[in-house]
């Protein structure tokens, strides 16, 4: 067994100084997700969501360790971590993970990585292959876990979100319907949204303009008023 002593001195590494992703549709698809995710659970306080964060589930024993695409710990506060070490997260491991294959991923690796979210406590595993358009569905069941079978769709039970293949890409949706929108949507959004935001203070000024214009030709037929009155007294009934 480790003494306390030790366990103090051991060093969690932060980085393996490997890429997140590589290549640029395993990145998108994992930003996508990520802050899909932030977005949900933006209100709420008690769901921490992570991209290709260290997870260190046993105290000790810093070689037990995985750094899932996209991981979601619901019961743990939001905030900055170098790593996520569990017996320090209440012990709650994280319910929801992803994973976006790359080229350089092989079944050997995808194996391991499954037993290891199996032994740790995750609820659903969540396997995209952006290549082949194949999504995977992992539920925890009473053998563990388990290979869904589903055809194009499938709602997470823990996050609500559906997630669709059925365009030829992995698409997640929120309860409502409305999607995960991708990084290059968002900014494109955004710019629309501000280009409206100036056609409206265009319009606005126009506006006031307008009304300026209005008032001086207001305040110029009462002083032509006031001439004619101070002249030829007031106007006949």
Not at 80 to 91: A, F, I, L, T, V
Not at 188 to 204: F, I, N, S, T, Y
Request: charged content about 30%.
């Amino acid at each position: 067994m480790v003494s306390q002593l030790s366990k103090s001195n051991i060093i969690y590494p932060e980085s393996d100084g490997k890429p997140m992703a590589d290549n640029t549709k395993q990145f998108e698809l994992i930003v996508e997700i990520k802050k899909g995710l932030d977005l949900l659970f933006i209100n709420n306080p008690q769901v921490f969501v992570a991209g290709d964060l260290f997870w260190y589930p046993v105290e000790g024993q810093s070689k037990i360790v995985t750094a899932p695409d996209v991981m979601v710990a619901m019961g743990r506060p939001k905030g900055d971590r170098g790593s996520y070490k569990q017996w320090e997260e209440d012990n709650i491991a994280p319910q929801v993970v992803f994973e976006i294959l790359s080229p350089s991923n092989n079944r050997a690796e995808m194996s391991k990585k499954l037993l290891f979210f199996e032994r740790y406590g995750v609820e659903e595993y969540y396997l995209y292959d952006p290549e082949e358009n194949v999504l995977e569905v992992w539920q925890r069941t009473f053998d563990g876990l388990s290979l869904m079978d589903f055809s194009d769709s499938w709602t997470s039970p823990r996050l609500g979100i559906r997630l669709d293949i059925a365009s030829g890409r992995l698409q997640l949706y929120n309860a409502d319907g409305t999607k995960f929108y991708s990084y290059i949507e968002v900014n494109l959004m955004l710019e629309q949204e501000r280009q409206r935001a100036d056609q409206e203070h265009q319009r606005a000024d126009q506006e006031c303009q307008r009304a300026d214009q209005i008032n001086q030709q207001l305040a110029e037929m009462q002083e032509i008023l006031k001439q004619y009155r101070d002249r030829f007294g007031e106007l006949p009934e």
